[in-house]
């Protein structure tokens, strides 16, 4: 579950709360809209601290008494804004598992193996005297996805006892990191370790099944300046060390702590890291508003009839078209973004560029025309919010085999966007290497050699809405006829 930011209304000054990684937010007080700037940056937030220096000194002298080390002395109590990183992604797999359909009877075994579609079966046949019944397996292929959602300390400083924030989403709020306002109330220690490094490390699969194909997209990272309180103590012997206190749920995480962590905490900062502002969600080109659509990264005008990429502070056009209806019923009623995307890729020295080269390795995939050979291979990549990754895989399946060949239609003739686009166009340039990977028959070995080995070349992500039919549960595409279900499509 998110964590919730809480600020104010540029417009009114009134209290406004929206989840991290929101883009686009409505002032329920004065009814204005604002964009978050910062899309695609590192962006920082604080918690001021609720714990007092006096309950942060009582709390440590009691750990330490409940311990069996009485006789202890508070000095001084210190406020430390620490920072942690928190990353957040979607992982979108293939996992396989062998399971067993029938069990053998010993003997020396040979193997023979074949797939169909997303099983591949292995006969292992026993052979010499006295042998049984051949065992036979399948490789089951499955198309999974998780989030993931992990912080860690930003800083050099494993004396302080804590790995991880492990916040409570439905009690703890974020606010807007402001230095000075952070600094009035304590010290702010140094980030001093590297966030990419880390959130490569972070995004990494940590399960215990095989997995192909494996992608992650939809990437944020954030730093947040964590309340620690730093209360020194001294024994009787004069032996000096820190507690650490939390300052939100009053935890002591370590009784210990060396006194050298404290020039760790106090070394001098880095350029930090900007924090999320909020501006009108106005169209630069006309004026008009925007549709508030929180989890959106393209804002689609109405009124001028222009799509707007948010790319960190500022919008940015993107070109688009409507795709022309192939089929002639039911008649369209919605249009929907998908991402165009034109990819080479190669592996030793075979090359997948063109139609033809997918039909190779995808049996199914279909080329309308003898002259539609030399075509460039598009795949169809949905870029609006859908709650099932299933679904997305399908239709994406469904239209990149297909191919289809659309002429553009005059806005007018096809009515306008409806919705605008909540996947970016780089991550549909990575999520094209795994609908390969679907494609593509299970038990065809070279072929799925060749897509988890290939280099991905991105050539381009064009815009392009496709219009729908909606039916009482489906909706269906007017160029192919695959249907989704209309409740993975969030309005």
């Known amino acids: 579950m998110p964590l919730t930011v809480s600020t104010n209304c540029p417009s009114c000054g009134g209290g406004l709360d929206y989840e991290e990684g929101t883009n686009a937010v409505h002032c329920s007080y004065c009814g204005s809209d604002h964009v978050v700037t910062g899309h695609g940056r590192v962006l920082s937030y604080f918690i ?54 029938a069990e053998g009877t010993g003997g020396q075994q040979s193997g023979l193996s074949f797939g169909f579609g997303d099983v591949e079966l292995s006969f292992k046949l026993s052979g010499g005297p006295g042998c049984g019944a051949p065992r036979l397996t399948e490789k089951r292929f499955e198309l999974e996805t998780k989030a993931i959602d992990r912080s860690l300390p930003a800083i050099d400083a494993p004396g302080l006892g804590i790995c991880s924030l492990g916040l409570r989403t439905e009690v703890v709020k974020l606010s807007l990191f402001e230095r000075k306002k952070a600094a009035a109330r304590g010290m702010i220690a140094p980030a001093d370790l590297d966030c990419g490094r880390l959130m490569e490390e972070q995004f990494g699969y940590t399960g215990e099944k095989e997995v192909f ?231 065809n070995k070279k072929a799925l050699k060749f897509a988890l080995d290939a280099q991905v070349e991105p050539v381009s992500a064009e815009l392009v809405y496709i219009p729908f039919s909606r039916g009482r549960f489906e909706l269906t595409d007017c160029l192919c006829g695959l249907s989704i279900p209309a409740a993975a499509v969030r309005e």
């Open 213 to 443: 194909a494996r992608t992650v997209f939809a990437k944020a990272a954030s730093i947040i300046y964590f309340p620690l309180w730093l209360v020194e103590t001294v024994s009787r012997a004069g032996e000096g060390s820190f507690c650490v206190v939390d300052g939100l749920s009053e935890d002591v995480w370590s009784t210990f702590a060396p006194v050298d962590i404290i020039d760790r905490l106090l070394a001098p900062a880095k350029d930090g890291y900007e924090a999320a502002g909020l501006r009108p969600m106005k169209c630069p080109e006309c004026g008009a508003a925007l549709p508030v659509r929180p989890k959106d990264v393209v804002f689609f005008c109405k009124e001028c009839s222009k799509a707007w990429y948010i790319t960190g502070s500022d919008f940015t056009e993107v070109p688009f078209r409507v795709a022309g209806p192939v089929l002639k019923s039911p008649p369209p009623s919605d249009l929907l973004p998908f991402w165009v995307v034109r990819v080479r890729m190669r592996a030793g020295d075979r090359l997948l560029d063109t139609k033809r080269d997918l039909v190779e390795i995808a049996p199914g995939a279909s080329i309308p025309k003898e002259s539609d050979s030399e075509i460039p291979l598009r795949f169809f990549v949905p870029a609006f919010d859908m709650g099932n990754m299933r679904a997305l895989s399908r239709i994406a399946q469904g239209l990149t085999r297909q191919q289809p060949v659309f002429q553009p239609s005059g806005s007018k003739e096809a009515g306008l966007p409806a919705s605008g686009c909540a996947i970016s166009p780089d991550d549909a340039l990575t999520l094209a290497p795994l609908i390969l990977f679907s494609l593509i028959p299970k038990g």
């Open 48 to 101: 001021p601290e609720k714990l007092t220096a006096g309950r942060a000194v009582a709390l440590s002298l009691l750990k330490l008494k409940t311990e069996g080390r009485s006789g202890y002395k508070a000095r001084e109590a210190t406020l430390f804004f620490v920072p942690f990183y928190h990353f957040t992604a979607k992982s979108f797999f293939w996992e396989a598992q062998e399971i067993a359909v």
